[in-house]
């Protein structure tokens, strides 16, 4: 009985894959049921004139007349299956069960379509009563079943269907990408992350203002960091490093461009500025009626600059180990300016990119971690990769002698820059 009404429910949504494929995705196919129908209008003038030669009784005519159009009926909604139908489908859905991706009832995603898009495949599937987050979770198994490397998933409007984009070939991705000027985006204010399987990847501070990065040892992970704030110099944006190991892995050249702090007594004045600059641009944008930054320079004229503030290991700024009852007071002090800037920073051009190694659940605090909307993690082992990204996908889908290879929370995965440190040129005039 379960099979018979799986069997309908299957039949259902493939004739409906099918409309859409000859109705949005390939027109020319719609010569298909057409040429179906004009053959069966033809077979069905021919049957009738010969059974009106042949007998004289006009109910067997219509009898034979609605058979043939019953028949016909039938036929093309098995065409419009059959069209909906992708080039081994079965062979797909039996992978997804042997890979263990299954709802309760044991049974695999209905593949209902696969068309291309660039240099990427789109696999559309039924989404057969399994909730995205379990797509989400489980993107291993489904890229281990399509024998491919899976750039992000997408659930429909409806949320009956999931879209998988795969990468047509995943050694198209290249080890080391040297950086160029002209990879940085033109848009205010955008940062250009890495390429990805589908082309730049890129961050639009303006809408996701706060990113965490994370990654183990020789990931690139500093790197990447490196190249977002060379970024935010070269688009005039007013750089904050926090580094408390001294600024040892930070060129002259970035203390010459940035603002350097090495400690947590330094940083707290840094962050009352900060949060005191904050409450003047709410004051000026009431004054001017502009919900943010970018709407407020248009109005004004004015170009008020953003800010960037960047940990290189924030674990260290909210580790109390060892530390004496004032100085846990200063700790606190800088996680309630930090989770101002976190919630409110956005509209006012303050930004926080976060960066750690260190495998902690409790890393940071809360109220800090729910705004950081863009998690990049690099290669780390499934520990960290949790803590990073809510899922074990970086230590699934980096291999360990890749570097500079990142995946993100929304499941895109992508190659960062290699620049040095000479490339930091805020004349212009950089390579």
Same mark, same amino acid.
């Given at each position: 009985?379960?099979?018979?009404?799986?069997?309908?429910?299957?039949?259902?949504?493939?004739?409906?894959?099918?409309?859409?494929?000859?109705?949005?995705?390939?027109?020319?196919?719609?010569?298909?049921?057409?040429?179906?129908?004009?053959?069966?209008?033809?077979?069905?003038?021919?049957?009738?004139?010969?059974?009106?030669? !042949? +007998?004289?009784? #006009?109910? =067997?005519?219509? /009898?034979?007349?609605?058979? *043939? &159009?019953?028949? $016909?009926?039938? %036929?093309?909604?098995?065409?419009?299956?059959?069209?909906?139908?992708?080039?081994?489908?079965?062979?797909?859905?039996?992978?997804?069960?042997?890979?263990?991706?299954?709802?309760?009832?044991?049974?695999?995603?209905?593949?209902?379509?696969?068309?291309?898009?660039?240099?990427?495949?789109?696999?559309?599937?039924?989404?057969?009563?399994?909730?995205?987050?379990?797509?989400?979770?489980?993107?291993?198994?489904?890229?281990?079943?399509?024998?491919?490397?899976?750039?992000?998933?997408?659930?429909?409007?409806?949320?009956?269907?999931?879209?998988?984009?795969?990468?047509?070939?995943?050694?198209?991705?290249?080890?080391?990408?040297?950086?160029?000027?002209?990879?940085?985006?033109?848009?205010?204010?955008?940062?250009?992350?890495?390429?990805? !399987? +589908?082309?730049? #990847?890129? =961050?639009?501070? /303006?809408?996701?203002?706060? *990113? &965490?990065?994370? $990654?183990?040892? %020789?990931?690139?992970?500093?790197?990447?960091?490196?190249?977002?704030?060379?970024?935010?110099?070269?688009?005039?944006?007013?750089?904050?490093?926090?580094?408390?190991?001294?600024?040892?892995?930070?060129?002259?050249?970035?203390?010459?461009?940035?603002?350097?702090?090495?400690?947590?007594?330094?940083?707290?004045?840094?962050?009352?500025?900060?949060?005191?600059?904050?409450?003047?641009?709410?004051?000026?944008?009431?004054?001017?009626?502009?919900?943010?930054?970018?709407?407020?320079?248009?109005?004004?004229?004015?170009?008020?600059?953003?800010?960037?503030?960047?940990?290189?290991?924030?674990?260290?700024?909210?580790?109390?180990?060892?530390?004496?009852?004032?100085?846990?007071?200063?700790?606190?002090?800088?996680?309630?300016?930090?989770? !101002?800037?976190?919630?409110?920073?956005?509209?006012?051009?303050?930004?926080?990119? *976060?960066?750690?190694?260190?495998?902690?659940?409790?890393?940071?605090?809360?109220?800090?971690?729910?705004?950081?909307?863009?998690?990049?993690?690099?290669?780390?082992?499934?520990?960290?990769?949790?803590?990073?990204?809510?899922?074990?996908?970086?230590?699934?889908?980096?291999?360990?002698?890749?570097?500079?290879?990142?995946?993100?929370?929304?499941?895109?995965?992508?190659?960062?820059?290699?620049?040095?440190?000479?490339?930091?040129?805020?004349?212009?005039?950089?390579?």
């Amino acid at each position: 009985m379960k099979k018979d009404i799986r069997r309908k429910y299957e039949r259902s949504r493939r004739f409906w894959a099918g409309i859409r494929e000859i109705t949005v995705y390939h027109y020319a196919k719609l010569l298909i049921p057409l040429t179906y129908l004009l053959v069966l209008f033809l077979v069905w003038k021919i049957c009738i004139s010969a059974f009106s030669v !042949l +007998s004289k009784n #006009e109910i =067997v005519v219509k /009898s034979v007349s609605f058979s *043939l &159009l019953f028949v $016909g009926i039938v %036929g093309l909604v098995e065409v419009v299956v059959i069209l909906g139908t992708p080039r081994k489908a079965q062979t797909t859905q039996n992978a997804l069960v042997e890979a263990g991706f299954t709802n309760a009832l044991h049974s695999p995603p209905l593949l209902l379509s696969v068309r291309k898009a660039g240099s990427r495949h789109i696999y559309e599937f039924d989404a057969n009563n399994t909730p995205f987050s379990r797509w989400e979770q489980e993107r291993a198994k489904i890229a281990a079943a399509l024998h491919s490397t899976i750039d992000h998933l997408e659930p429909s409007t409806d949320g009956r269907r999931v879209l998988v984009y795969v990468a047509v070939a995943y050694a198209a991705l290249p080890s080391k990408i040297d950086w160029k000027a002209e990879y940085i985006p033109k848009e205010d204010f955008v940062l250009a992350l890495g390429m990805g !399987l +589908s082309g730049l #990847e890129t =961050v639009d501070l /303006s809408t996701t203002p706060h *990113l &965490l990065l994370g $990654g183990g040892t %020789g990931s690139g992970k500093s790197i990447l960091l490196k190249s977002l704030l060379m970024q935010s110099c070269l688009k005039g944006a007013t750089v904050i490093i926090a580094d408390f190991k001294g600024g040892v892995d930070f060129s002259p050249i970035w203390h010459d461009n940035c603002q350097m702090v090495f400690d947590t007594q330094t940083l707290l004045p840094v962050l009352a500025d900060l949060t005191a600059e904050l409450e003047h641009r709410r004051t000026l944008f009431v004054a001017a009626g502009t919900p943010n930054i970018a709407k407020y320079n248009q109005v004004t004229g004015e170009q008020l600059t953003r800010y960037i503030l960047a940990f290189d290991e924030v674990a260290e700024v909210f580790d109390m180990s060892g530390l004496d009852k004032s100085e846990k007071d200063v700790v606190a002090q800088i996680t309630r300016h930090l989770s !101002l800037i976190a919630r409110q920073g956005r509209a006012f051009g303050l930004h926080l990119l *976060l960066s750690t190694q260190r495998p902690s659940a409790d890393l940071i605090p809360g109220q800090i971690r729910t705004n950081l909307s863009l998690r990049i993690c690099g290669r780390a082992d499934e520990i960290l990769s949790k803590i990073i990204l809510d899922s074990s996908a970086a230590a699934e889908q980096i291999q360990l002698n890749e570097q500079g290879r990142f995946v993100t929370n929304t499941g895109r995965i992508f190659q960062g820059f290699w620049f040095d440190d000479s490339m930091l040129d805020t004349s212009g005039n950089h390579a």
